[in-house]
């Protein structure tokens, strides 16, 4: 049997691939299990520094599978809501899982992103974009409310009033239209959005561990927070980082004019040529 998502590693980078091309990577009760399932594994695995969801094929996720959504409408009403239920509530604590992680994750959005499959997008803290790409919600045209945190997302990243217009009317918008009301951060040509992707997920891995998850919880909890509680959170937050052992080597790193490794394991290996190194300059001095 295909595995429905395809898992991948390299250089701190775990891949999610979507695997269902045929489908369009629509959500199956399956793909929805095993995606959290991995992300549980990947959030708490230590050699893992970022994680990047993209698609296999034409699209990033077409959202639900509706041809298992509609063959569940043929069963009792406790069972059609037990498997329809079972679905939705993999979807959702995915998300759940993405807002949770401490380490970054990144939408690779390879095509079509509509219904779970927008949402999803949404829900990942930066998101890349071939131009090719389109975006729809899809969940008025076959008459369902949003899921997937959309509801919760979508007005925080492009406000009440345009979250409303893409929940309720299901136009499809370019990736241009994503980039313009702040869905995602990047658009790249289709041919370069594997090598994009890549080199900014390498970025995203390269960041301090401590600072990258108190600066997510920090922009997710403002909105519930005064100024005076926010800064003060900041502060909590400044002086956590201090004390972690990143902070000493941005500070040394800052001072030796040279880029920052954060994380013990990476230290420990990448600074040894820097210290032989300045062993054999020291030598030489004397």
């Known amino acids: 049997m295909t595995d429905t998502i395809l898992a991948t590693h390299a250089d701190g980078v775990a891949t999610l691939t979507f695997n269902r091309p045929d489908t369009l990577n629509a959500l199956s009760e399956a793909m929805a299990e095993a995606l959290c399932t991995r992300l549980e594994r990947l959030t708490q695995e230590p050699a893992v520094r970022a994680i990047v969801l993209t698609g296999a094929g034409r699209a990033f996720m077409a959202g639900g599978d509706v041809h298992a959504m509609r063959a569940a409408l043929e069963l009792s009403p406790a069972r059609r809501e037990r498997t329809i239920g079972k679905l939705v509530r993999h979807a959702q604590r995915s998300v759940e899982l993405i807002a949770r992680s401490s380490k970054p994750v990144m939408a690779s959005v390879n095509g079509t992103a509509a219904g779970f499959g927008l949402s999803l997008v949404a829900a990942c803290d930066v998101a890349i974009t071939a131009d090719d790409a389109i975006f729809t919600s899809a969940y008025n045209r076959l008459g369902t409310s949003p899921d997937g945190g959309a509801t919760f997302t979508l007005p925080r990243l492009m406000g009440a009033r345009t979250a409303a217009e893409w929940l309720y009317f299901d136009e499809r918008y370019s990736a241009e239209d994503a980039l313009r009301v702040g869905l995602v951060n990047w658009v790249v040509p289709a041919a370069e959005l594997a090598k994009a992707t890549t080199e900014r997920a390498a ?79 020291e030598e030489q001095t004397v």
């Open 203 to 281: 970025r995203l891995a390269a960041l301090s561990p401590a600072a990258f998850s108190h600066t997510k919880h920090l922009i997710s909890d403002a909105p519930r927070h005064t100024l005076g509680a926010q800064l003060v959170a900041e502060q909590r937050a400044f002086l956590a980082c201090t004390a972690h052992d990143d902070f000493r080597e941005g500070t040394r790193a800052f001072t030796e004019r040279r880029a920052p490794v954060f994380g013990a394991a990476n230290r420990s290996t990448d600074h040894t040529p820097h210290q032989a190194n300045r062993a054999s300059r």
